[in-house]
């Protein structure tokens, strides 16, 4: 099984800034990764590159030891012969054949027998859960049905890379959750490379060993979900993994803002020059009820509260600090009214802390060697 | 892997960059073109295209400022000379007035008057089909549409049968023959190509404005009368401003048709020595004034183009305020209360004008003696099937008896076959590449350019053809006279509707059904022979039948590029008119009236398709 490597990948389409630009990328072996990103960020235009249906610009791709594209080399193997799988937004049935032949086309291609033709694809559509369905048409199949047919057509070729373009985005919200399930198996069974396109980070969070969290034709992050939201690496990925996004605010604006950077520097005093935004989870901001004594390490101070939104496991609340506004979510009911004062706090060392270009600043000593350590580990 | 990976300098330094040399980037975009076809298909295309559409009109342009042979005595000059003679003679000689200037007043005279026919009838028989509940609905809606289908000259000879004096050759008109003089202006010349041509333009303008009113969302209108105004004020303005779109497309459309338009001008005109532009530009053809005639098909390339701009341009502009309704477009139907029953009469008078009437008074022509005497020994079926029928030399057998109109059946059945096939092929080949090639320079181009024919009226394409392929100029050889010049410009000239249909075809599919076989490991060949033929099957048989049917009525285009032994029903029709065998030519008409709404009715029972959507004519 292959390690996908993409270096210094170009692509544009037309005028106008590249859709991808200077882009690297290693996929290690087995891993199911995530591209993320939000539309318009170079995510598909990666995944088709990798298919081969979209040629670079500039750049190199290889899968294993193999070359796939190189400008350097001026090799181009066309997607036919790279034997990956790839499953479309829209599922891309063809609708003259019936499922299962719409399985074996592939294998009738690459000149499989008959009898083991019709095998495998018996045994991808079992897979899948949709034999039932061999005989019938494309047309006269359910969106999900449709779904699972075309991961058979993929996995029927027994493919080395399977590729999904935002499989999950025209199923509804029970298929969809059905359909994750599904991919996760498929995952463990077969230990194939997965890449799967998605805009929705929840999918991405929730599936993925690896994410790629990518924006304007460039990656900002690669690394293990939670490490994405733990540590996200700029601003930008911190406000787009997450849900309610991020609070973040430039220190030194007013009162709220100063104290903020003044806590946070007096912990922190080699960071002095460089701290430009905070960031606060929504979900480490925390309610104080009269008489609570937050403990060491925490930063206090008073909000007035805008509004509190129930989702029905907890109330997402709005309140400003200052001139800043900000999220918070509380698993209690919030009893106070609009426009009373409530004191909230946070530990600092639950602050996300950037500079002037975004960029994460350093953790305190143990949490950088605890980061090496989790690199080390997953990247081997 | 570090978390965050911004950093551009991980590419392995080497001394031609990450990219490559230029070299390298070549022979990667070469192995990329190997394996997708798709560029190259395109600029083959484009190219072929370009040559078969601006080719002849390059060649019409030089023509008309370069002295002809046998002209040098007018012009004083050498022939192949550079010179103005030819646009000095058909705008400011003495005969300036015979050539262009009449014409184009006739043009003008009768466009405006065809125009006002076909949006009075078709307008109001629009209305009544969308917006009322008139009896028979839904059959009216097919039988209004026939007059269309009909070459356009049947109503012409239909007219001439019915009101023909004796001051031309042939029978005289059933109306002649029972006392009651026609007078000229009755019989031949503008009033009568008016109606002609307004009974075969009326169905055009009847699809337009039918489907724009049943595009324009109900709920404007509904929320119109909410506010308070009446049924008078929400037609007067709301539906009507809503409508003017599609009026001035049916205005510019229909001037468009008449620049290019030849039979029925042709028949109606000639014995008063009435022209328009498209039978003054025949008469130039015909007696080889080469120079003349690359002039005035200039004029009308040039006022064609200009006209389709113009609508383009209008179209784009209204675009701004038209609303597609999707949710508020229901049948929302008026009731007509006690005018159900006279409404249907006004659609059966339609109808029958422009169908009944002019297909049985050709019918009874056919078989009688003397027109318009209704006794048994006045029939006589010898224009079909007579033999030696007297002061007939040419064509001395009824014509299904002899051998003209077989062997013109022939011709018309391969020519227009193998165009119709060529035209279907290349209209879904110019949709996949459009498809295919997405938003790439080639892509672009060649939508433009496959519907760049649809600009020329046909007459005057056809003029360019002549002057382009009547002599061998370098590896092409003189084309004139032969069948694969006529399959061209039947070709050429259809294309534009079959790209259209090509394109909306293949956008509708998408490129992931092909995308989805390669990357199941199928190689170009099988992709197109395995996916995507198989889906595009209906919509290439259409690509295919439209043409043809289309082709097989098609006179103005074909009248001057056919000779005797390429002569079609069509032209072979408009033969027998010159030689005064009206009977004959009628009988012809009614032959290719009939294969071309037998050919529409069974594609539309085979296809499920609604014909009148791709009715190019």
Known sequence: MPTITLSAVRKSYGSGPPAVDNLDLEIPDGSFTCLLGPSGCGKTTTLRMISGLEPLNAGTITVGDRIMDSTVDGVFVPPEKRGMGLVFQNYALWPHLTVAKNVEFGLRVRKVKPAERAERAAVALKMMQIEWAADRYPAQLSGGQQQRVSLARMLAVN???????????????????????????????????????????????TMATHVVVMNKGHVQQMAPPMEVYARPANTFVARFVGSPPMNLFEVGDDAFTETARDQVLAARPDLTDRLTTIGARPENLRLLDEGDQPPAGTYVFEATIKTALPTGSSWTVLVTAGDTELYFVSYTDVHAAPGATVRCAVRTSDLHLFDASGDRLPDEAADAALTEENTATWAS | MAAATRSPDTAPPEADGPAGTRLSRLRYRLSVLRHEPTHLLGILLVIALLYLVLAPLVAVLSDSAQVQHGDEGQARQDPGSFTSYYFWRVFRSPVARILFWEPLLHTVVVALGVTVVAVVLGGSMAWLLTRTNVMGRKWLSTALVVPYMLPSWTFALAWLALFKNDSSGGQIGILESWGVHTPNWLAYGQVPIILCLGLHYYPFVLLLFGNALRRIDSQL????????????????????PLMLPSLSSSVLLVFGRILGTFGTPYILGLPVDYSLLSTSLFRAVNSHQRGVTAVLTAVIVVVGVLVILVDTRLAREQKRFITVGGKGAMDRVSDLGRWRRPALGAALAVFTAGVILPVATLALSTVSKTPGVFRADNFTLKYWVGSDLPGAPGFPHGVLRGSQLYEAAWNSLRIVGLAALICGVVGLLVGYVVVRAGSSRTGSLLRQISFL?????????????????????????????????LVLVLAVTHLPYASRSGISAMTQLGREPEEAAQISGAGWFTRLRKIIIPIQRGALTTGVILPFISGLKELSIVIMLTTTGTQLLTTLSINLVDYAYDQMANAVVLVIALVSFLATYLTQRLTKTNLSSGLGG
């Open chain 2, 453 to 485: 024919p649809y600009m020329v009226p046909g007459i005057a394409f056809a003029a360019a053809f002549l002057s382009l392929f009547a002599v061998r100029r370098g590896p092409v050889p003189a084309l004139y006279g032969s069948v694969s010049l």
């Open chain 2, 221 to 240: 209108e509904d929320s119109a009368r909410i506010l308070g105004a009446g049924r008078r004020t929400v037609a007067g303005r709301i539906t009507l």
């Open chain 1, 159 to 205: 493919p080395n890379v399977l590729l999904l373009d935002e499989p999950l985005s025209n199923l509804d919200a029970q298929l969809r959750l059905d359909m994750r399930a599904e991919l996760k198996r498929i995952h463990d069974e077969t230990g194939h490379t997965i890449v799967f396109v998605t805009h929705d980070q929840l999918e991405a969070m």
